[in-house]
């Protein structure tokens, strides 16, 4: 499956060290206002190379428009595609796992569901192709912007550090920043938490029963490389609370679209799978890298046991980079869902 979405649905293509990667995002409304320059910005914040504890591959992730988008930068109403080329490919750095099995990749699975892999980088199971759902959600943004909804995202927890109130931003990362430097120096890696929160969403996003707002956001998280957890409002502590503590009473608020909001909002922005005008919130969770810098044991593709040598270029911490992608992938579930609701978009030039 390489595509998301419903009534916007994103198409990727491309392997980590092949000529290029990119997309075609069809559904797009005409005569939104898409710059660029904003598209560049996003892909930037996930470009590799940039400091410690991420990939050093070194790539300029410069997106090239091959369609849908005028001269003076209004979307045409038609499928808008783009490619992102690959400058600094290394194949070689996997020349010898060809036939080996990094635990916790995808090289098995891939190998037995497939009969054949692309070695290097890990071909499309590759973090690589995240970038391609930032330069999407940057377009889609660009609406929710017009809209009055932010998306907002950050590291919450690296290793053993946990921000105290994982909703609310940290302003000290020097802890985080002590738990990378360890990693480093022992030639490890350490899993790690974005948290998220979308903001200004209207009353009514969500289509119960199989698609609810949550679940649509879980299928999104949940297809970011390497996460393995997501949870949303009060989440996993739900198990530890009584109703009476944890119930958002109602209450009439002039100031708010229909009337009335909540005093609380322990449900995290969503009831009933369907969004209820509160700040909706949410976690990633993400594994440790499971290439080190370090001897592995493993064994080959006929099941010979040897040992896997460090090689390539990786992140120590993969949450460090996936901010811009949790947040990629909110905004085109909410883009997503906002044209599931037929509701006229504030961003369409008359």
Request: aromatic share 6%; glycine share 12%; net charge neutral.
């Amino acid at each position: 499956m390489n595509t998301f979405g419903r009534y916007l649905r994103l198409t990727t293509f491309g392997e980590s060290h092949g000529p290029a990667i990119g997309g075609i995002l069809d559904g797009m409304p005409s005569r939104i206002p898409i710059s660029v320059d904003r598209i560049q910005q996003e892909l930037d914040r996930r470009r590799p190379g940039k400091s410690k504890g991420v990939s050093q591959r070194r790539e300029s992730d410069r997106i090239q428009i091959l369609s849908g988008i005028s001269s003076d930068g209004l979307t045409l109403g038609t499928p808008i595609g783009f490619m992102i080329p690959n400058h600094d490919s290394r194949q070689s750095d996997y020349s010898d796992i060809s036939r080996v099995f990094r635990p916790c990749h995808a090289d098995f699975t891939w190998q037995k569901k497939y009969g054949i892999r692309e070695a290097a980088g890990g071909g499309r199971a590759s973090a690589r192709e995240t970038a391609n759902w930032v330069a999407g959600g940057a377009m889609v943004r660009q609406i929710l912007d017009a809209e009055g909804i932010s998306v907002e995202g950050w590291v919450s927890g690296t290793g053993s550090w946990m921000s105290q109130d994982i909703y609310e931003k940290p302003t000290d990362f020097g802890e985080m920043d002590s738990e990378i430097e360890r990693a480093i120096q022992s030639r490890d890696s350490i899993g790690g938490r974005v948290s998220c929160i979308i903001r200004g969403c209207p009353i009514g996003l969500g289509e119960p029963v199989f698609d609810k707002l949550h679940s649509r956001l879980a299928e999104a998280m949940m297809s970011i490389n390497a996460a393995k957890a997501f949870e949303y409002g009060i989440g996993s502590d739900a198990c530890r609370k009584s109703g009476s503590s944890v119930a958002d009473i109602f209450v009439a608020d002039p100031c708010k679209k229909g009337g009335i909001t909540t005093l609380t909002n322990f449900s995290g922005g969503i009831q009933g799978g369907v969004s209820n005008g509160q700040d909706i919130y949410f976690s990633v969770v993400f594994k440790p890298v499971p290439t080190l810098m370090r001897p592995v044991p493993t064994v080959d593709i006929d099941g010979n046991p040897c040992i896997l040598q460090p090689r390539g270029r990786h992140d120590v911490c993969v949450a460090l980079r996936a901010v811009p992608v949790v947040e990629a992938m909110s905004c085109l579930v909410i883009g997503d869902m906002l044209l599931a609701s037929q509701r006229p978009l504030k961003a369409r030039m008359p």
